[in-house]
């Protein structure tokens, strides 16, 4: 568990702040947080450092941080970038632990920035001074006004404290969210720009927001992750409150990826690593700075509920049917209406309209405007309705719109479930919005939102089920020379770890191969068996459809006398029933460094690296996330049986995929990967059969 540095939370709450590098102007970097700090009344001292002021902006100035009576929390730098690394020393010496380094000119800049950066954050640490920087556009507390930050945003689009946090790395991607939101009138209490991450990450920074127990919304803008243990610890945090993490993580195309290491100085993570580890701790990753705040609204509303089944009503049936065309793309199920809802809608609707969903009120809701409160309360005793968009497509003159938004609201309240609204009005969306209901443009919005809160309330409920997977034992490994374990090492090892494998013997004799045969056939595949060959098919050494005896031994001879020509060592000939099925897949396991235990799950098959249909998922996870996961591949509606054939088995698959990830994760510190190519599973309850695979050690082990 990651605690909280208490330099760090004091760049959140400071009681103090020197401005190093003051100005008169407003408008230059060293002048706007004083700007700031005045306009948005923060209570604590205020210390502008310039030698040539006796004062700036009304605050009393001093030439240097010596001078100061007291040691303030933290020091915002605004200086030139050759002179900060002075500027942290004279900090150490004053007893100032923390600093916001707005000055640029370091990593983001190219080699020799990066050189002067990695000395100024080597000797900020040895002088015990956290730095959130350099390049950082700052940090803003609407709670207390403690604004150090030189964006002009807040000058454009006043602030309001609220239960949302922005912490980004960029200082256009955290101001973007902010404006978005407050055009909402949704209130923002955080908003932090962090630059290069050199010392604090903006992990570390969500860290500190996380813990703000009036923070119910986290938005993130991620270039590189550096530790995600702390983005871990910060999903828990959220989790445990009841509080959403949504993410915006930038790179992932290969377009993206370079310019976010020109930006910043990025590394990028590896783009499956990351889709698996966001969904393992339960974090909902946005594509787009529109996507990040999208559902916020909804997030404040709802907080994070578990929904399967849509219910839509609306006045008009055009809504009704695009908002139903555009659930079934986004897998959002509509709702069968009870037998006693329908019943009810019958006696509140007017005769010639329909009562199933979508409902759709018609233009009798202008003379009848008690319907929709009806309609509504109908809706919610229904037990079939998780959760609701309400489609305004025009209201005005000869409508209670007061009254629809007030039915709305009060719904809400009573109901908890989540609701949408969507009105192309601005004047309908504000008199929404006054009822603190969640409102949007469109319905594509309000559809987007409604799957994103549903979907992440059920990630969050899976991670906290994945802390409970068991632990596989250890044991250990084969000796020998190999980096690679032979074929039938790697199968041994697999199937005591509980894959299921298909049943093989090593024979070191032609005797013992005729043997294996007769109490494996009649239909056999032999294969020679070489820790130092891991890719046998690739040197004829795999011998399929072997029926007979000459067969068997022929085979037997010439995986002999191959091995003996690539001049490898012979481990034995591997003799294994021949076994099929209705589809082959590729398991694999990476360990990463970063986010530890990666296995793979692929569609199998010689198209499996061209059509890349495949997930990845981070140990710890459930058979249920597998068959999940499997339910979102491109190949799914022929796994689920086409034109008479039966499903596969994906049972099994799940299985093998949670027993191979708790092996991998046993023995993480001395296996790097492993490959299981094909897994064959037959039809649904006939199970399945590892055939081949391939364990790796890491380096230096063997």
């Not at 570390?204 to 590189?224: C, K, T």
């Not at 309360?377 to 037990?383: H, I, R, S, T």
């Not at 009060?410 to 908890?416: D, I, K, S, Y």
Request: glycine share 8%.
């Amino acid at each position: 568990m990651n605690s909280i540095d208490p330099r760090l939370a004091a760049m959140f709450r400071p009681r103090s702040v020197a401005v190093v590098g003051a100005t008169e102007d407003r408008n230059r970097v060293g002048g706007r947080p004083l700007h700031y700090l005045r306009g948005c009344a923060f209570q604590g001292a205020v210390y502008p450092i310039n030698p040539k002021r006796d004062s700036i902006q009304g605050y009393r100035a001093y030439a240097s941080l010596e001078q100061l009576p007291e040691a303030p929390d933290v020091a915002v730098v605004a200086v030139g970038g050759d002179q900060v690394l002075e500027v942290i020393r004279q900090c150490a010496a004053r007893g100032v632990r923390s600093a916001v380094v707005m000055s640029s000119g370091f990593g983001e800049t190219g080699a020799q920035g990066a050189v002067r950066q990695a000395q100024l954050v080597s000797e900020a640490r040895a002088l015990g001074v956290r730095l959130m920087g350099p390049n950082a556009q700052g940090v803003a507390n609407f709670q207390t006004g403690a604004v150090l930050n030189f964006s002009t945003m807040f000058m454009e689009v006043a602030p309001q404290d609220g239960p949302v946090a922005v912490i980004s790395q960029s200082g256009a991607a955290s101001v973007m969210p902010y404006a978005l939101l407050r055009e909402r009138g949704v209130g923002v209490r955080y908003v932090v720009a962090s630059g290069n991450d050199a010392d604090a990450s903006v992990c570390e920074l969500a860290l500190v927001a996380a813990a703000d127990p009036d923070i119910r919304v986290l938005l993130l803008y991620i270039e590189s992750l550096a530790n995600p243990a702390v983005l871990a610890e910060v999903a828990r945090l959220a989790r445990e409150r009841g509080a959403a993490v949504v993410a915006l993580k930038s790179g992932r195309s290969a377009h993206g990826a370079k310019a976010a290491a020109s930006h910043t100085g990025a590394l990028v993570n590896n783009d499956a690593l990351v889709d698996a580890f966001f969904a393992a701790h339960g974090i909902w990753r946005a594509d787009d700075v529109h996507g990040l705040v999208n559902a916020v609204e909804l997030y404040l509303a709802c907080g994070l509920r578990p929904a399967q089944r849509l219910m839509v009503m609306s006045h008009s049936g055009a809504v009704g049917v695009v908002c139903a065309d555009s659930a079934e793309r986004l897998g959002l199920p509509l709702a069968e209406l009870d037998r006693g809802t329908v019943q009810l809608l019958a006696h509140i609707m007017p005769r010639f309209a329909t009562a199933q969903n979508p409902v759709d009120l018609t233009a009798s809701l202008m003379t009848d405007g008690a319907m929709f409160g009806r309609t509504l309360d109908a809706l919610a005793a229904d037990p079939q309705g998780d959760m609701f968009l309400v489609g305004v497509p025009v209201a005005g003159e000869g409508y209670d719109l007061p009254g629809m938004a007030a039915d709305t609201a009060r719904f809400l309240r009573r109901t908890g479930k989540p609701v949408a609204v969507s009105a192309p009005q601005a004047s309908v969306r504000s008199a929404f919005r006054e009822a603190h209901v969640p409102v949007f443009g469109h319905e594509t919005d309000a559809l987007a939102a409604l799957h994103q809160v549903s979907r992440h309330a059920a990630l969050v409920h899976s991670a906290a089920l994945r802390a409970a997977v068991a632990s596989a034992e250890r044991f250990a490994l084969p000796a020998g020379t190999s980096r690679t374990l032979s074929e039938a090492d790697s199968l041994a090892l697999l199937q005591r770890a509980g894959l299921p494998v298909a049943p093989h013997r090593l024979c070191h004799s032609p005797r013992e191969a005729l043997q294996a045969w007769r109490e494996l056939g009649p239909e056999v595949v032999v294969k020679a068996c070489s820790a130092t060959i891991p890719h046998k098919s690739e040197h004829a050494l795999v011998f399929l459809d072997l029926c007979n005896e000459n067969d068997v031994l022929h085979c037997y001879e010439e995986c002999v006398a191959r091995v003996r020509a690539l001049q490898q060592p012979l481990d034995g000939v591997l003799v294994a029933r021949r076994v099929r099925g209705r589809r082959e897949f590729a398991l694999g396991v990476r360990q990463d460094p970063m986010f530890g235990t990666a296995v793979m799950v692929s569609d199998g098959g010689k198209y499996v690296e061209a059509l890349r249909d495949f997930f990845v998922l981070l140990h710890p996870f459930t058979e249920q996330d597998v068959l999940d996961q499997l339910a979102g591949l491109r190949i799914a509606p022929v796994l689920a049986g086409v034109r008479g054939e039966p499903p596969v088995d994906l049972q099994v698959v799940a299985r093998a995929a949670v027993a191979l990830g708790r092996f991998a994760a046993a023995h993480a510190e001395e296996i790097e990967s492993i490959d299981v190519n094909p897994l064959i599973a037959g039809a649904s309850g006939e199970g399945g059969w590892a055939v081949d695979a391939v364990i790796e050690r890491h380096e230096g082990q063997q």
